[in-house]
Every structure is written in C-alpha cells, then in structure tokens.
C-alpha cells in the first residue's frame, strides 16, 4: 500500500515542502528512508519504530520504504517523525488517508511523545504561503507557529493525534500569537548614569539613526554601563522586523517557549575570545552567527581591541550589506544581519593613554600596536567615535537624577518615524541605511551646511565613507530637531564625532 502525507524542510532560513511518500510491499523485511537523508534523518527508523512499540502497534513483516520528495535536496532534522510515523499507520490501515491540506511536523520520542523541533516558524510561514488549511506541531512549537497566520494545532503525543484526526477527541486549535510590540525591560535606565552627556547625546542619535559606535575611554569611565542601556532608547519593533528576527532565533533553538515572538530588539554582547564561525555564523551545517543573532537590535562588543583580528575583519563586508552568505558543500545560506555595533575599548594596554589625571605606563610603541588592532577600514565603519571622559566627583555626588530613558526614547521613536515616512515604499528603514547613490535626495543642506562640509572635508581629508557617514548623522540630527534640511550646526556636531582616528589613530 502506498500513502503520501505532508510535511517541511529547512536549509538555513528557507523552507521547502516535502512529501513524505509511504510504501508497505511484499519482500525482505526492512525498513529504509531515501531521499538524501541525514544521520538524523535516518535515525528516525528507531525512534518511531519504538513509539509504535509504545502503542503496542508491531510494524509488519515487510518492506517499508520511505522516500522524502523531493529526493535531490538533502534533508536535515527530526522535523519529519511525525509524518513518516503517520504515513506508516495510514499504509497499516490503523489510519485514515490524510488530506493535502495537513502538513505534520515533530520529532518523536520512543515512548510516542511529540518533541519540539528547530526553525518552527519559517516552515510556518511557507506553510501558510503555500495553501496549508492546518498545521501539526509539537506543543512547544504551537505559540510560534500560531504567528503565521495558519490555524495551528499543538501535539503532545501520538495517540492524543491520533485521535484528533479520527475525530474521537478533537484537539483545539491554538490561539492566535500576540504580536504587538512591548517596550525594553526598563532596569537599566540612563537616569542611573552619572555625568557623560556627550557621549549619552551621541548613543541617542546613534539610536534614533541605527548609526554604529564607538567608544574610547579609561577604565571605569562608563563605556559599558551605557552599551547596555542602549536597549531601553531603542525605537519599538514593527511586526515585520520581529518575525525576521524571531525565524533567526527559531532555526537557533534560542526561542523561549513562553516568549515564542521577539518583540524587543536583541542585544547581544559576545565576549572577545569568540570564533569567527560564533560571530558570523557558519558550521557544517551552517548556523547563524551572533550578528544574525542581533539583527534589527544592538551587537555590543567590549575589550574591542581584545577580538581576534581575523574576527573582526570578517565583518566588514556584512556590515555593508546587511547580510552573510555562508557557502558549503550542502549548499548556500544567506542569513539577515542588520544590526546596530557599539564597541568599547581602552586607548591603550594599560587603559590610561590621555588620562586628564593618571599616567600611562605603556610606551608609544605599545600605544600603536594595541589601536591598529582596529583597521583603518573597520574603523572607517564607525559612524560615531565618542570619547567617554572620566566622570567628575562633582557629577557622581549630585543628587539630581539624569534624563531617563524614557524621555529620550519619546525623542528617538519620533525620529524614526519622521524617517519611516520619508523612506516609504523602499527598503531603507533608517538613516544609516541610506545608500551613497540616495544621500542627495534625502540629505538636503542649506548653503552654509554645504560650505561648512566643503571646508571639513577638505582640512581632515576625509574618505568617500567618512563624508558618506557625516552626512548620515547629521540627517539624524536633523531628524531628532525636527527639521526637514540639514543645517551647519548638524554639520558641526557630525564632524565632531568624526575626530578619534585623527587624535588616536595619528600617533
């Protein structure tokens, strides 16, 4: 007898569907699975044949072969048992045919518990795309799936399944995903943060134009008490960005079964002995890195100078394109990576080069090989370089609180969306964003804007990328005044966050 029942395979981020073809016949005892399976794949043969056990169902004596169309691509994953388990049912007439219209997927436990399984959500969503009228996923995957737009059923284990599809005990279709978005969890507030108002005024326009940073500063100074407050003054997430990052954290196994939807923007912070494959992504089977992780949120990465090289100039590329392709023998993955980078670092090994009141014990020779950790070209990248300076006994001993975070993020979250309706109906989806062959149309400058940036480009010999990225902040700027043309005093205040590598850099 021969049954086909529905199912989904991931590679990477995309989904295919997959027929999960059946056929009990005459001849040798065995039990195969074809169609360019992997080890997991095959495996399936013992977990389902100890589920059915479970039940106290006994495969026949005879031929069982499964294949998983289409045959050419490789399958990966413990996402098909559920379906092969059902086809093999259907064929001992234990179960009635499926209709098209049903699309299964869970792993399955020897004692015929449904398991949760990985890249719920894009297979969800292709579902959807594709004509599905129900989806069967395990339990834990029912909240993520529900997301999609598809009624979704959750699956504890087989019997209860089977006696949904038989209509003995009909399960009830999940609720439909809250997808709202929710603020960022509001303990850390920048009202805690003592002094810095320069660099405080920087991360906020660095906020409200997704601009990369960096900040140079001695220990202690506040570098990373304020990178992880950046994600309280970050704008909302709109649905569209929190389902590309949810399908990210999906395929990861990161999702939290209570939280199945990422509705605050990520913040990654990976510590400095990180691999290139941890940060970027990679793999046999190649997974998403932490700066896929952090796409549509903040990547933080403290101790700058303390990466590895190579590490770091692996980034470079996607910071440009907003996304990595990964290229293996299975095949290419190319994941999403549109992130904010903040980095931190001292401006030397001992942490107090240019320290107003502490000596630096480092020679000038130790001085340049520690900053030219950081190239020219990925410093180029930054488009704020902020000086976080020591904070004054004055500063810490006040009383007064400090603007708080939700104060400057009413400020940031008008900024972003006095850029949403100048960008509607492209794909820019802020400031930094803009490409150079756009910057004329959305970077308008009154005449004085215009000579103040002829004179600063000219004295600081600034690169195609430094003008590029001046002009970018100083739209953000403009943006956070409210003001349609760029003036000369956003000029101003982007160049002056443009002047690191040329006090640093230029030993």
């Not at 395979?9 to 005459?26: H, K, W």
């Not at 690169?463 to 349609?484: E, F, G, N, W």
Request: with cysteine.
């Amino acid at each position: 007898m021969f049954t086909q029942i529905k199912s989904l395979g991931l590679f990477g981020l995309n989904a295919f569907p997959v027929d999960v073809e059946v056929s009990i016949s005459r001849g040798n005892p065995q039990f195969e699975i074809v169609g360019l399976p992997d080890a997991s794949v095959r495996e399936s043969r013992e977990r389902i044949r100890a589920a059915l056990t479970a039940m106290s169902v006994l495969l026949p004596p005879r031929r069982i072969t499964v294949n998983l169309a289409p045959a050419d691509v490789k399958k990966i994953g413990t996402m098909h048992d559920l379906a092969i388990l059902l086809g093999i049912l259907v064929c001992m007439q234990m179960l009635s045919p499926q209709p098209a219209g049903r699309v299964f997927l869970g792993e399955v436990s020897l004692s015929g518990q449904v398991r949760s399984v990985n890249g719920v959500l894009p297979m969800a969503l292709l579902a959807a795309q594709t004509g599905a009228q129900e989806l069967y996923v395990p339990a834990e995957n029912a909240a993520e799936a529900a997301a999609a737009g598809i009624p979704v059923y959750a699956v504890r284990n087989v019997e209860e399944l089977i006696a949904h599809l038989e209509q003995e005990a009909p399960l009830p279709p999940q609720p439909e995903t809250d997808t709202s978005p929710v603020s960022a969890d509001q303990q850390l507030d920048f009202a805690d943060v003592k002094g810095q108002q320069n660099a405080r005024y920087a991360l906020e326009i660095a906020a409200a134009g997704g601009h990369n940073a960096l900040m140079i500063g001695s220990p202690g100074s506040g570098k990373s008490m304020l990178a992880k407050r950046i994600p309280s003054i970050l704008p909302e997430m709109t649905r569209a960005e929190s389902m590309e990052t949810t399908q990210i954290y999906s395929i990861a196994g990161l999702l939290d079964p209570k939280q199945p939807l990422i509705r605050t923007r990520p913040f990654r912070s990976p510590h400095h002995t990180i691999s290139s494959v941890g940060l970027v992504g990679g793999g046999s089977v190649p997974h998403p890195g932490e700066i896929s992780l952090a796409h549509n949120g903040l990547l933080f990465l403290d101790e700058l100078a303390e990466f590895d090289h190579r590490t770091l100039e692996i980034m470079r590329q996607p910071l440009e394109d907003h996304r990595v392709t990964i290229t293996r023998a299975a095949g290419t993955i190319t994941y999403p990576c549109s992130f904010m980078l903040v980095g931190a670092m001292n401006p030397c090994p001992c942490g107090y080069f240019g320290h107003p009141h502490r000596k630096c014990t480092c020679s000038d020779r130790q001085v340049r090989q520690y900053l030219n950790r950081i190239s020219g070209p990925l410093l180029d990248r930054f488009d704020l370089h902020i000086e976080v300076e020591p904070v004054s006994f004055d500063d810490l001993s006040a009383k007064t609180k400090s603007e708080s975070s939700a104060e400057i993020r009413k400020r940031v979250q008008a900024a972003r969306e006095r850029q949403t309706r100048r960008f509607a109906g492209t794909n820019i989806f802020c400031n930094a964003a803009i490409p150079a062959g756009k910057l004329q149309d959305y970077c308008m400058l009154d005449s004085d804007a215009l000579t103040l940036l002829h004179a600063v480009f000219d004295k600081l010999g600034l690169s195609a990328r430094a003008y590029d990225r001046i002009l970018k902040v100083a739209r953000t700027i403009a943006d956070l005044d409210q003001c349609d043309v760029i003036g000369k005093k956003h000029i101003a205040s982007a160049t002056q966050f443009r002047s690191l590598d040329r006090k640093y850099w230029a030993q």
